[in-house]
């Protein structure tokens, strides 16, 4: 499986655009890559997943280079209740795969 | 629709006693996934159910864990002896038949403590 590389925590206020890259550089050919949401005491929340260039739905967009060594989650216009753990997630994802969660990105988005 | 529901919410247990927690998932949803994360960590991967079979049982912790699928539906997970260490937040997962494990619904979750 690819290893994943992803801030620990980000900050942000109100009203901005959040990024946030993951590395992944072992990424192989079948890997999709895919983001997930957990806010304290919930499950994780599927958000977005995608293989090449862009990918955008009315949450988020996934932007992945030709190389796929990384990607980058963009969260537009964040507000309070985006304060959550985001995962960034590869792997080929056939049926029955389990997903493997890191430790994940910690977004705190203040006023 | 109705989500991914799972019971009990809560549940404190003595150690050495038996506990089941249950997952109702998604209906029409295939594949059923098992979890737990405790305080602080990620996500661990315990067992996967594709319809009432498990073909990947890897991450088990021990014999103590065992799980369950009937009709389809219905997953039960029950751990035998509870230890302290049992202690976390049990989550249940499903995904529906037309796409890969990508793209996985969770529960609330279960938050056993053993005591």
């Known amino acids: 499986l690819a290893k994943t590389t992803q801030p620990i925590s980000m900050d942000s206020y109100e009203g901005q655009e959040v990024n946030i890259t993951c590395s992944h550089n072992?990424?192989?050919?079948?890997?999709?890559i895919t983001w997930y949401q957990q806010f304290p005491s919930q499950g994780p929340r599927f958000i977005i997943q995608?293989?090449?260039t862009k990918v955008t739905n009315e949450v988020a967009s996934l932007f992945i280079p030709a190389d796929r060594k990384s990607s980058t989650l963009s969260l537009p216009r964040v507000s309070l209740s985006d304060t959550a753990v985001y995962y960034c997630l590869v792997g080929d994802h056939q049926a029955g795969t389990a997903l493997i969660f890191g430790k994940g990105t910690t977004l705190s988005v203040s006023s | 629709g109705a989500g991914v529901s799972q019971s009990p919410s809560n549940k404190v247990t003595e150690k050495g006693k038996d506990v089941e927690l249950r997952c109702d998932p998604i209906?029409?949803?295939?594949?059923l996934y098992w979890y737990r994360q405790s305080l602080g960590q990620g996500l661990e991967f315990l067992i996967y159910?594709?319809?009432?079979?498990?073909?990947?049982k890897s991450g088990l912790p021990s014999d103590r864990f065992s799980a369950e699928r009937t009709g389809g539906s219905v997953s039960t997970l029950t751990i035998q002896r509870t230890q302290q260490e049992d202690s976390a937040v049990y989550l249940c997962?499903?995904?529906?038949?037309?796409?890969?494990?990508?793209?996985?619904?969770f529960g609330p979750g279960t938050r056993l403590t053993v005591t």
């Open positions: 159910f594709q319809g009432n079979s498990a073909p990947d």
């Open positions: 209906s029409g949803h295939t594949a």
């Open positions: 995608g293989y090449k």
């Open positions: 997962a499903s995904s529906p038949p037309t796409s890969g494990s990508g793209e996985q619904y």
């Open positions: 072992n990424i192989a050919t079948n890997d999709y």
